[in-house]
């Protein structure tokens, strides 16, 4: 990973020509001191997003994230890059979602004695043959997915979306509420997945959800109502831009 001012994206460096073009990439930017070297790992790309409130840590369950799939690519090469999420899809147990909650909570407390309010995000990658999770990064900003995981917890209708908890942080309204009954309800799994879908010619290696050049899909069940969103619906699918999002 690279700490630099251009945000890249992790390089992968599988032969010599690789190698000089992460050399490349980072001699255009001398505000970093170091580049950490990771083994590559096989395993599932997860997320959890939290917020921080004045009662706790609230989280949500993991998430599998869809990263470098061939259809969005468009023949360009996988570079890690992140493209959705899926909020129903768990081949791990209770053991792997407890550990990646606990690593959550923990970057939470931490967040928050330094004065961190409202949401931020945690990717994890889980080996499977290891039965193995391990916390890659912190997001300290919404995730890419909460405007999808907010909108799918509303149509639930059983607790308010990650972003109500976040603006009372933020305004200071300190009202109780019952912490263990929400906390539950915003890990339930969802039959919700999304995946963003780029313009022909118009990929990018770094990229914000709210990029007017993107448009979102959004699988939803057609049970299911989805009326507050500005969308055209097509045989289940549900389409919105990222603008109206």
């Not at 193995?132 to 509303?154: K, N, R, T």
């Not at 770094?206 to 507050?228: E, G, H, Q, W």
């Amino acid at each position: 990973y690279s700490e630099t001012g251009l945000e890249q994206n992790p390089f992968f460096i599988r032969d010599e020509d690789n190698w000089e073009d992460m050399r490349l990439a980072l001699s255009l930017d001398q505000n970093f001191t170091e580049v950490q070297i990771s083994p590559f790992s096989n395993g599932l790309s997860l997320a959890m997003v939290g917020c921080i409130t004045h009662q706790g840590v609230l989280t949500s369950s993991l998430q599998l994230q869809f990263i470098d799939v061939p259809e969005v690519l468009q023949g360009r090469p996988p570079l890690g890059i992140l493209l959705g999420y899926d909020f129903g899809f768990c081949s791990w147990d209770a053991e792997i979602e407890t550990a990646a909650q606990k690593i959550t909570e923990q970057v939470g407390e931490f967040l928050s004695a330094k004065g961190f309010l409202g949401v931020f995000g945690i990717n994890f990658l889980y080996n499977q043959q290891t039965n193995e999770i391990f916390a890659q990064e912190c997001i300290p900003q919404f995730p890419e997915d909460v405007h999808v995981y907010s909108l799918a917890i509303i149509n639930k209708a059983k607790v308010p979306p990650m972003d109500f908890f976040h603006l009372m942080a933020h305004l200071g309204i300190k009202e109780n509420f019952d912490f263990p009954a929400v906390n539950s309800a915003l890990k339930e799994r969802l039959p919700v997945s999304h995946i963003f879908l780029f313009k022909e010619g118009e990929l990018h290696l770094r990229y914000s959800c709210f990029d007017k050049r993107l448009l979102n899909a959004i699988i939803v069940p057609p049970i299911i109502n989805t009326t507050p969103v500005h969308k055209t619906i097509i045989n289940g699918f549900v389409l919105t831009s990222s603008k109206s999002s």
